[in-house]
C-alpha cells in the first residue's frame, strides 16, 4: 500500500505566475484535501474533493482552485501568485472525507514566491 | 466557527521526564478532536483522535490525551519522552456535522527533548 506522495518538493516562482501542485491519494482512499502551511503557523484548510467534487472550502480566494481525477489523485493550481503564498502545501487522503476520519498526509510541497 | 489555542508555543523537556502539552477549543457545536506530529520536512502523522465514549485516548508512541469538555481542553501527555519525541505537535478540531472533513488545527508546539 503506497502512501500519498506529492510532487514536486519544492518549488520558486515569481509574484504574478501560476503553479500547480500535484498530489496522489493514497490506495483506495477517494478524497483529497489541501491545506496550506505558512512558516510558524498550523495548516489552513483550503478545500476538499470528493469523488471529483469540490466538497468544502476554506477562506482562500477563487485564485485558488483544484481538481481530482477518476484515479483519485489531484492538482491544486493558484495564479496570480503573491509573496503570502509562499508556504508548505499538503495534501491529506481519506476514505470518506467525514469530520471524525483519519487524514493521511504528504510530506508537502514547499513554495517560495519571490 | 471554530478556533484551537495551544498555550505553550515551546516546551523544553529533559529525556525521561513527563510531558504535557495544552489544547484548547471553541466551538458551537460537538468537536472531533486530533492530535499530530510533525518532524522536520516531512507531513503530519496522527498521533491520536477522540470521536466518543472514553475521555482518556491512548495513541501511537506512548502518547494520551485527555478531553475535558467542560474545560473544552485535549491535552496531550506523554509520561517520559525520548530524544525522538523532537518535534511540532498539531492539535485539531473538525465539526461533527461536517461532512467536508475539514479540520481545524492550532499554531502548533514545538517539543524540544534534551539529553
Known amino acids: 500500500e503506497t502512501g500519498v506522495t506529492q510532487s514536486p518538493t519544492h518549488l520558486i516562482k515569481t509574484r504574478g505566475q501560476q503553479v500547480t501542485l500535484r498530489c496522489s491519494s493514497q490506495?483506495?482512499?477517494?478524497?483529497v484535501s489541501w491545506y496550506q502551511q505558512a512558516l510558524g503557523q498550523g495548516p489552513q484548510f483550503i478545500f476538499q474533493?470528493?469523488?471529483?467534487?469540490?466538497?468544502g472550502r476554506g477562506n482562500f480566494p477563487p485564485r485558488f482552485s483544484g481538481l481530482q481525477f477518476p484515479n483519485y489523485s489531484s492538482e491544486l493550481n493558484v495564479n496570480a501568485l503573491e509573496l503570502d503564498d509562499s508556504a508548505l502545501y499538503l495534501c491529506?487522503?481519506?476514505?470518506?472525507?467525514?469530520?471524525?476520519?483519519?487524514?493521511?498526509f504528504g510530506p508537502g510541497t514547499r513554495l517560495l514566491v519571490l | 466557527a471554530q478556533s484551537v489555542t495551544q498555550l505553550d508555543s515551546q516546551v523544553p523537556v529533559f529525556e525521561e521526564a513527563p510531558v504535557e502539552l495544552r489544547c484548547n477549543y471553541s466551538?458551537?457545536?460537538?468537536?472531533?478532536l486530533f492530535w499530530y506530529v510533525q518532524y522536520p520536512n516531512q507531513g503530519l502523522q496522527l498521533l491520536l483522535k477522540?470521536?466518543?465514549?472514553?475521555?482518556l485516548v491512548k495513541g501511537i508512541n506512548g502518547f494520551e490525551a485527555e478531553f475535558n469538555k467542560s474545560q473544552t481542553s485535549f491535552h496531550l501527555r506523554k509520561p517520559s519522552v525520548h530524544i525522538s519525541d523532537t518535534a511540532e505537535y498539531f492539535c485539531a478540531v473538525s465539526d461533527l456535522d461536517t461532512n467536508a472533513g475539514k479540520s481545524t488545527f492550532g499554531d502548533g508546539t514545538t517539543l524540544t527533548v534534551k539529553p
Open positions: 474533493y470528493y469523488r471529483e467534487e469540490e466538497n
Open positions: 466551538s458551537s457545536v460537538s468537536v472531533y
Open positions: 490506495s483506495g482512499h477517494n478524497t
Open positions: 477522540y470521536l466518543s465514549g472514553s475521555t
Open positions: 491529506a487522503s481519506s476514505s470518506q472525507g467525514y469530520g471524525g476520519e483519519t487524514q493521511y
